[in-house]
């Protein structure tokens, strides 16, 4: 038998042992002749596909799957819209002044991408309250909650993935008052003092930052900006008909898009996160798609 | 491994995928992130030896593909070999800047002595098969690590390896014998 003979008839094994889950003993079976020489192949063949249970670590997939997330959005939205896109350019600059204030130093660029579990987390909320207050209209608002909103799916899946069912409940709870929020603005009902805009985080939100660092959370007093800073809200935009149709339809097509994203994600997550998560992330599911839904009905 | 061959309605459900993927469909390239992440992610790992390593690899093999996929076309072969020819570049670079080399296992292996039934009776964990599979040649690495720990058909294997499906056979014949030999080295010592 030369070796191309016996390469096939290796493979043959293989797909035998490996595909159609027959025993060693039955491969073998098949070839007596060659039986001898293929049962320690076959053997260490099994212990390579041992490595074939290699997995990522769930903090390190989690936190993957949120940044490629974040890249696949951005790459959607065009490559010169970064994640502060929708803002205007001078309040983004009193936006981080004012996070910068509140938090001190340079944690608020690290903290853009901090997870629930870090200790950077509370002043990103800090940041994203202070955005949405300084961001002047209401299309520019319902597209922040949007952002903000994606960004609490991520956070969702990736607690959920480290089996933290009461982080998951609070994120979920927190989805569920952006996508409220996203139909507050899209219906033009959004003023300056909207409820839960610029008020301190709920207790459970500032109640516990790691020792190493200790944000404030934002207050009323400190975190919001002297309403003469706020630009007039002119509602959609305050320009012609052809414009609020833009926009409207520009939301639209990003809400469809984030609402078949976050489905994936959230569902992908349930095959893979610890049993004691899958409830909780159910319910994120259900949150997250009745919000979308409703967002999507306010823009008939 | 997959099923033994892929019927064409996978294929044409692949590519309906690939294509909405590269119209920036997000949902359809989540799906693609998710199909292929793990799969992708232990054939970097066996192919450095260094699970946390490659993590990052892999991070950045998804996020190159994200920015190139508009630069992919359907010219017969499978999108998988295209994902895997990226990850196959970036291992590439990972190992130039670290400067790691493999050595041969010729070189490296006592001929006599070793016990290979013995060491097929011990239990052989992912470790060792990741410490051995540094020892063999990069392109029976190659074959190893696509057949067995990313699960392709042999000939999904020549696709990415740009090689003949017999080539393939005798690659995976002679690296499952070199690897043998190297675990048996390892538990005898």
């Not at chain 1, 949007?146 to 960004?151: E, F, N, S, V, Y």
């Not at chain 1, 994600?265 to 893979?272: S, W």
């Not at chain 2, 294997?157 to 390892?186: D, N, P, W």
Request: charged share 25%.
């Amino acid at each position: 038998m030369n070796n191309k003979e016996f390469d096939n008839i290796f493979n043959d094994c293989l797909e035998r042992l490996l595909i159609k889950g027959e025993s060693l003993e039955q491969c073998l079976a098949h070839y007596p002749e060659q039986a001898a020489e293929l049962k320690p192949l076959l053997e260490t063949a099994l212990a390579a596909r041992e490595a074939s249970t290699i997995q990522p670590r769930p903090d390190f997939r989690a936190r993957a799957r949120y940044q490629f997330q974040a890249a696949l959005k951005e790459t959607a939205a065009g490559k010169s819209r970064t994640s502060w896109g929708w803002f205007p350019r001078w309040a983004t600059v009193m936006a981080i002044v004012l996070a910068l204030v509140l938090s001190g130093g340079g944690t608020v660029f690290a903290a853009d991408s901090s997870m629930p579990d870090s200790p950077l987390y509370s002043v990103k909320l800090a940041t994203e309250q202070v955005r949405l207050t300084l961001t002047p209209s209401q299309i520019a608002k319902a597209k922040l909650c949007a952002q903000l909103a994606d960004r609490r799916v991520a956070e969702i899946a990736y607690m959920a993935d480290k089996g933290d069912v009461e982080q998951v409940e609070i994120l979920t709870r927190r989805l569920d008052e952006k996508l409220e929020l996203l139909v507050v603005f899209i219906e033009g009902r959004g003023g300056i003092h909207l409820p839960g805009m610029m008020m301190a985080p709920p207790q459970e939100e500032a109640a516990a930052p790691p020792a190493t660092y200790e944000a404030p959370p934002p207050t009323e007093d400190a975190a919001s900006p002297p309403v003469a800073m706020t630009a007039p809200d002119k509602g959609w935009g305050g320009r012609d008909d052809s414009t609020q149709n833009g926009n409207r339809h520009e939301l639209r097509n990003t809400l469809v898009s984030d609402a078949a994203s976050n489905r994936a994600v959230l569902r992908a997550g349930l095959d893979d996160v610890p049993e004691s998560a899958r409830d909780a992330l159910r319910r994120a599911l259900a949150v997250s798609e009745e919000g979308y839904e409703e967002a999507l009905d306010a823009l008939e | 491994m997959p099923p033994k061959a892929a019927g064409s309605c996978q294929v044409q459900d692949e590519e309906s995928l690939v294509r909405r993927a590269q119209k920036h469909d997000q949902e359809a390239f989540a799906q693609i992130y998710e199909e292929y992440f793990d799969k992708i992610y232990r054939y970097i790992t066996l192919k450095i030896g260094d699970a946390v390593e490659a993590e990052d690899l892999t991070q950045q093999v998804f996020l190159n593909s994200l920015r190139s996929i508009s630069s992919f076309r359907w010219k017969g072969k499978p999108f998988s070999a295209w994902l895997y020819r990226i990850a196959h570049n970036q291992v590439v670079d990972f190992l130039r800047k670290k400067k790691r080399t493999t050595v041969p296992l010729e070189e490296t292996l006592a001929s006599g002595g070793d016990n290979p039934q013995l060491a097929a009776e011990r239990k052989l964990d992912v470790e060792q098969v990741l410490a051995a599979a540094r020892r063999l040649t990069d392109a029976q690495r190659e074959v190893i690590s696509l057949r067995f720990t990313s699960e392709l058909s042999i000939a999904q294997v020549a696709e990415v390896m740009g090689k003949s499906q017999g080539a393939v056979k005798a690659l995976q014949h002679s690296g499952i014998v070199a690897l043998r030999r190297v675990l048996s080295v390892t538990q005898n010592e």
